[in-house]
């Protein structure tokens, strides 16, 4: 038997949750949520606003933005610990990623703040007009609300 033959032989499967093999994990699901939800609730704290106060796009905007700055974080990271540059003097190579994502996040923050201002209206304004929508009926003044 040869040594590589020998090498795949003791290959054990990866069980879930491995973390052995990641590099800088901007592709790791599992390191990229918990920092995006952080991000999530900064970014709404700061915007002072809630979840349930973004429509469905605001919050893809949102859901955009947060998860491209944790991935750039996870780089940030992973260039911290090793360098920008490595051993044989090439850059790392998720610098590549690196621009594209931070172009990425700055696209997804001004199309949040586009549509958040967008989307701020008078909700005074907006009771009295779902009022105004209501059918009139003649009975309402004679009921009583006790």
Do not use: F
Not at 38 to 54: E, P, S, T
Not at 62 to 75: M, S
């Amino acid at each position: 038997m040869s040594g590589r033959a020998r090498s795949l032989a003791n290959l054990r499967p990866a069980t879930v949750g491995n973390q052995l093999a990641r590099k800088h994990g901007a592709a790791s699901e599992a390191q990229i949520r918990p920092v995006a939800a952080n991000h999530r609730r900064r970014v709404l704290r700061q915007l002072r606003l809630r979840a349930g106060d973004l429509d469905p796009i605001g919050r893809g905007y949102l859901d955009l933005y947060c998860r491209t700055i944790a991935k750039v974080g996870t780089i940030d990271a992973y260039v911290g610990e090793r360098g920008l540059i490595r051993a044989d003097g090439e850059p790392q190579p998720c610098l590549r990623l690196y621009t594209t994502l931070v172009n990425s996040a700055r696209l997804a923050l001004a199309r949040l703040e586009q549509h958040v201002r967008a989307r701020t209206t008078d909700p005074v304004a907006d009771v009295q007009a779902w009022l105004d929508a209501l059918p009139d009926d003649e009975d309402a003044d004679a009921v009583e609300v006790t």
